[in-house]
Structures are given as structure tokens and as C-alpha cells.
């Protein structure tokens, strides 16, 4: 699907989007009632790494984003708040640095293995490995970009679990 997707409402997704420089962006997006959701993402605008969690209205609409892998369905406002403190507390080191856990240097894409990581432990996502899951929205996003698409939809195997 590209273009307008039709994001599902109470879904939550792990979405990638193009950079100028040929990467990816990847953030979560959790649909609350359409057109609005929210974002979560690690960002270092202006030099130092943050966490950016913001009420939108656009995603749908945006040009930039390549796709979203669908990681979590039926999302009620109880689960809400707990996917929001869960999402806040994902730590964000302002100098970035290398991750351990991970095997690489901080960026937005680490931050959304933590992410993963901690609502997988929570229960608030299926227990499917992290790295699968990361590893499909990966793909994804490379075959979107590949086949000059935007806004491709695609549902995580973490679904079944």
C-alpha cells in the first residue's frame, strides 16, 4: 500500500522514513483515533540525543515515511498509558555512545531495539524475538525504498504470538 495508508486504529508501529542521505529515520507510531496518533523517537536535531514524543495528525499523509510494520493490534487508553511509560522511560544518552546490549553506537535505530526490547517484556507486545521484529521493519523499509515506494504497510509476524 503507499500513499494515504490506512493506519489501523489501536495499532502500534514501527515506522522508517527517508533521509536525505539514503538511511532511515525509525521511530514508533501508535494510532489513537484517526488522523491522530503518536510518535516516539530518538532524535538528534540539534546535536544531542533526546527522546521526541509528540501528538501528530500527518502520518498518514507524509512523504517521507517509507513504511510501518505493524507490531501490536486493539490497543485500548489503559494499554495507551502503559505503552507511553513504558516508551518514556526508554533511555536516550545525550552524547549517544555504544550499547552493549546491542552491538552498536547509539542512533534512532537502537533506540527502537530498546523499545521493542522493554515493551516485550512488559507483555504489551507478542514475545517474538526483538532482533525479527527489527530485522522485518529493516527489510521492509530497504524494499520500500528500493522499489521507490511510500508509506507501505506491512504486519509483523509478532502479531502471532
Known sequence: ???????????????????????????IFVMVSPPFGMIYNATDSDGTWRLDEHMTENVASSQ???????????????????????????????????????????????????????????????NYPTEDIWDEAFRLGESARRNGQRGVLANSHALRY
Not at 500500500?1 to 521511530?27: Q, R, T
Not at 513504558?86 to 552498536?104: A, F, H, K, S
Open 1 to 27: 500500500m503507499s500513499g494515504n495508508a490506512a493506519y489501523e486504529p489501536g495499532g502500534m508501529y514501527i515506522l522508517l522514513s527517508a533521509l536525505p542521505d539514503g538511511g532511515m529515520h525509525w521511530g
Open 64 to 126: 517521507n515515511i517509507l513504511g510501518g510494520l505493524l507490531i501490536k493490534r486493539r490497543i485500548d487508553e489503559n494499554m495507551q498509558d502503559q505503552i507511553h511509560n513504558v516508551l518514556t522511560r526508554v533511555p536516550c544518552p545525550p552524547q549517544g555512545g555504544y550499547i552493549q546490549q546491542w552491538g552498536e553506537n547509539f542512533r534512532c535505530r537502537v533506540w527502537v531495539k530498546d523499545a521493542i526490547e522493554r515493551l516485550r517484556m512488559a507483555g504489551l507486545i507478542g
